[in-house]
């Protein structure tokens, strides 16, 4: 038999879509129940966010000819026209489109580690039709940081997207609540991710730390609102950081939402996940 996405609890997981870091075999990605018809969200809608860090990516590329001189040495952290938005959204290669005139591609030269990805394929390349006409468009409230892009905040509309502050129950930016709490989120604890093997074993990324028994630093959406080039990100022990946009050092966690009405297997796998039943 089979039962609706949304008889499943929070954390319970599921599979959706594959990923390839490098050159190994494509994975299927393991997604958790994040939350359920959360406020903002799409209605009936069921929050999915990888289970684990899948990646390594900077957020954005440094911009040598931004007249702004800490984007142009750290990268821009407005994520309306981040590099990591642009990939998490895109199919096939190339993928990369500027969104403003002094914007660059993810080249390891752009980055501060040789993690750049302007010559992998999208993130969504490895779904079926099927798994991406199921994800639904996300409208999201963005701050914006008080320097160069005069605070407060924005929309932006995503397939798949990262979490704020607000969302995993971290502080607000200045310029107001980002959004609301996802169930999934109480505490530094909840907080804590930490990477697949897949990510371990194949990014170009090296850090004694960076194993798969350690939580590590994960990307938010939210600027530090107090300069042009710094990024809200979880640390290793679920607390609230940050980091230049071109670190090429911190996690990615992308997260997708999903019809409360998908049907999906009535019992787990071997691996404690739920498969989705396409008709």
């Known amino acids: 038999m089979a039962i609706q996405l949304k008889n499943l609890n929070v954390g319970d997981k599921v599979r959706l879509g594959k990923y390839q870091v490098k050159n190994e075999t494509k994975k299927d990605l393991i997604w958790q129940v994040a939350a359920k018809n959360h406020i903002g969200y799409p209605s009936n809608s069921v929050t999915l966010l990888t289970e684990k860090i899948i990646d390594v990516r900077g957020f954005d590329a440094k911009e040598p000819s931004n007249s702004n001189s800490d984007r142009k040495n750290y990268g821009n952290n407005r994520y309306k026209d981040s590099n990591l938005r642009q990939w998490l959204n895109k199919a096939g290669q190339p993928w990369f489109s500027k969104t403003h005139n002094a914007d660059e591609p993810p080249t390891d030269a752009g980055m501060s580690h040789p993690t750049g990805y302007d010559t992998k394929q999208g993130f969504l390349s490895s779904f079926t039709q099927e798994e991406l006409n199921a994800i639904l468009n996300t409208t999201l409230t963005v701050a914006k940081n008080t320097v160069t892009d005069g605070g ?70 939210s600027p530090s609102s107090g300069n042009s080039y710094s990024v809200r990100n979880v640390s290793t022990g679920g607390s609230l950081s940050s980091s230049g946009a071109f670190s090429g050092g911190s996690g990615v966690r992308p997260l997708c939402n999903l019809s409360s009405e998908i049907l999906v297997s009535d019992t787990t796998d071997s691996d404690g996940c739920y498969t989705i039943i396409w008709n």
């Not at 929309?155 to 107001?176: H, I, M, Q, R, Y």
């Open 152 to 221: 407060g905040t924005e929309v932006v509309t995503d397939k798949v997207f990262l979490l704020s502050n607000t969302e995993v129950g971290l502080a607000n930016e200045p310029g107001g609540a980002e959004g609301s709490r996802l169930a999934m989120f109480s505490s530094d604890a909840s907080r804590i991710a930490y990477p697949t093997a897949q990510a371990v074993d194949n990014s170009n990324y090296s850090n004694t730390n960076f194993a798969t028994s350690k939580g590590w630093y994960w990307w938010l959406r």
